[in-house]
């Protein structure tokens, strides 16, 4: 059993915060419960595993079942000769780790670990070459490692402390095997070349899968980095392993708690859920975790200094865990004057205490000063690991569809357009085009956040790199992120409305939802987004209707839904399975819609607050 041991995932788990690793181990519900399955299919990371394997021919398979214990003897019987090894598992002190790729030579081991992560071959070797650190050092850095790629380190780094302590004479080359976004993809429709691989083999529920096409496509072309970290494993290990042994500690010859001060870092906690029966953040927190409103719902919360620190901290190490607890004198700088961040968290703190919502003075010139036709609009994007297209990098984006709401005057019926990939070919050109056949070059372009932008530079970018960048598309690209069309919605809410049930968050999905409860001229306008439940009126998003596809009931609520819908649109469409294909159309449809009407239903309740509506 898995629960005896420190498995990797565990140590990770810890590394984050060591109380964790008492609820992981008691089964305790998170908010991530299904997070890492539906990312890993979503990214496609496993795929990427699977490649990864190609260049490893003679490579078995080895005592991947679920008794861990006979699975690390079958290991220890392969590795008593020479061999490569698939998902190796190794036990030493109470560690558990299973190592995606393992090959012995001798007294030589390479310990290969599989990582989706994103790697830039050209730009590491280029800072090499000029005498720079690669891009996993940080001389700022207590240990000399970049942040963002401890964890991936420390990985191998478990996994290597474990084997040395298996074979204390051997010499170990630990490696990371990335993706590489340097290297462009000559194959059209490589994610087509992969098969699932049986989930019986395997004794954890994400998935696998086995590239099935001719290999020498893959070694002709790799697109893969496969990089030697032995030197910064060395610098993590002795950390790594005095960790390791502390947390393994709290597991033999008993799980115990191992007490961490709650404090701002639990506010993404993965255990704190709400009305849980076993709730390890109440557990942390004891009776300030039922406070409402709670001090880790303020915007920006660890941003707060008091006299000498965070402020947020110091009030919960002194059992004060409200947001009104707060003084607002720690919202001011020294001079006396409020930044932005503190002026929104003013806003919240005042607003709540006072259960009102409230709009600033500049709102209403914001709304008079736009120029019409008005285009809400929102993009669904994709960026797999493995590139689906001829000419393509690992993780380039993939802009599959759009929704747009155009109103051509302030109190016009909002008129709905959108399109939506139909072909299992590269996409943007022809995303870009019917955009462009709907925007022309009038109107306030509105959108919730910077994604949009983003994604049209980078179309602009391929575009260029694909020989169209003098075409009319480009051109229109370039002249609409030189203008001020587009306007971010997310931080015109940051700077002129707020609403209780906001809290400290302006997703769209949060400010939507919030307008929908405040506002019944809305719910009575658009009826067919109404659904009561139990406990009363729900949000929008929860009233979209599931599908029956197959055998399977399904809705597409969020962005990891929708990738996975166009995923398997896309599968559906080169099967040729017409009346699925169709289904997966409408359950993308009616989602990307919503998203763009969301906005329209925000603006509503904005002149409607500001008297431009009744």
């Known amino acids: 059993m898995h629960d005896y ?39 496609q990371g496993y795929l990427i595993e699977a490649l990864a394997r190609i260049f490893y021919p003679d490579g078995r398979w080895v005592g991947f079942q679920q008794d861990v214990e006979a699975a690390a003897w079958d290991t220890m019987a ?81 996994q290597a402390s474990i084997l040395q302590d298996i074979f ?65 494993i060395q610098l993590l290990l002795p ?99 409020i930044g932005e961040n503190a002026r929104r968290q003013q806003t919240q703190i005042q607003c709540t205490r006072d259960e009102r919502e409230w709009i600033s003075e500049e709102l209403e010139d914001f709304l008079e000063s736009l120029t019409y036709p008005l285009h809400f609009v929102d993009f669904e994007t994709c960026a797999p690991a493995i590139p689906r297209y001829r000419g393509m990098h690992p993780y380039e984006t993939i802009a599959f569809q759009w929704s747009c709401h155009t109103l051509v005057a302030p109190d016009a019926q909002p008129q709905h357009s959108e399109w939506l990939q139909v072909a299992d070919i590269f996409p943007n050109p022809a995303f870009a085009r019917s955009l462009r056949r709907q925007l022309g070059d009038e109107g306030a372009i509105l959108i919730w956040s910077s994604h949009e932008t983003t994604v049209l530079r980078l179309i602009q970018k391929q575009l260029a790199d694909r020989g ?33 049930r906001m809290g400290g968050r302006t997703t769209l999905k949060v400010v939507a939802d919030a307008v929908w409860q405040a506002d019944p001229h809305i719910r009575a306008r658009l009826p067919h987004y109404h659904l009561e439940t139990d406990q009363g009126a729900a949000g929008p998003y929860q009233a979209l209707p599931p599908l029956v596809i197959g055998d399977r009931q399904i809705a597409v609520a969020e962005g990891v839904g929708a990738i996975l819908a166009y995923y398997a649109l896309m599968e559906r469409t080169a099967a040729n399975a017409t009346l699925e294909v169709n289904q997966w159309r409408r359950l993308l449809s009616q989602y990307c819609e919503l998203d763009t009407m969301a906005m329209v239903m925000v603006w509503w309740h904005w002149r409607r607050l500001t008297g431009q509506m009744t």
């Open 78 to 158: 392969a590795l008593s000769s020479n061999g490569t090894l698939f998902e190796a598992t190794l036990i030493s002190g109470g560690k558990l780790a299973r190592v995606d790729i393992l090959v012995r030579r001798g007294d030589v081991f390479e310990l290969i670990e599989i990582k989706s992560r994103s790697f830039d071959r050209q730009k590491n070797d280029e800072l090499v070459h000029n005498g720079r650190p690669n891009l996993f050092r940080a001389f700022r850095s207590p240990d000399g490692i970049r942040s963002e790629w401890r964890q991936y380190l420390e990985d191998a780094a478990f």
């Open 5 to 43: 041991y420190l498995t990797k995932s565990d140590f990770k788990v810890a590394q984050t915060c060591p109380t964790k690793l008492y609820y992981r181990k008691k089964h305790y519900p998170t908010s991530e419960e299904d997070d890492e399955y539906l990312s890993h299919l979503a990214d």
């Open 168 to 232: 204390p004479e051997a010499t170990i080359i630990p490696y990371l095997l990335m993706p590489d976004v340097s290297r462009a993809c000559h194959i059209d429709g490589l994610h087509r070349r992969f098969a699932p691989r049986p989930a019986q083999d395997h004794q954890d529920q994400l998935p696998y899968a086995d590239y099935t096409d001719d290999p020498r496509d893959i070694w002709r072309n790799p697109l893969l980095a496969r990089v030697n970290v032995s030197e910064e």
């Open 468 to 500: 169209e960048g003098e075409s009319d598309t480009a051109d229109w690209i370039g002249r609409l992120l030189a203008s001020e069309r587009m306007i971010d919605l997310n931080q015109i809410t940051l700077k002129h409305y707020f609403h209780p």
């Open 239 to 337: 950390n790594v392993r005095r960790r390791a042994d502390e947390y393994v500690k709290s597991l033999i010859p008993e799980l115990t708690r191992i007490a961490t001060p709650p404090s701002t870092h639990c506010r993404a906690c993965e255990f704190r859920i709400a009305d849980a029966q076993s709730s390890g953040f109440h557990e942390c927190w004891g009776e300030m975790a039922a406070i409402k409103p709670h001090i880790l719902d303020l915007y920006r919360v660890s941003q707060v200094n008091g006299d000498d620190g965070p402020a947020a901290d110091q009030l919960i190490a002194q059992g004060k865990a409200g947001l009104f607890d707060i003084p607002e004198k720690y919202l001011a700088r020294r001079d006396g004057t």
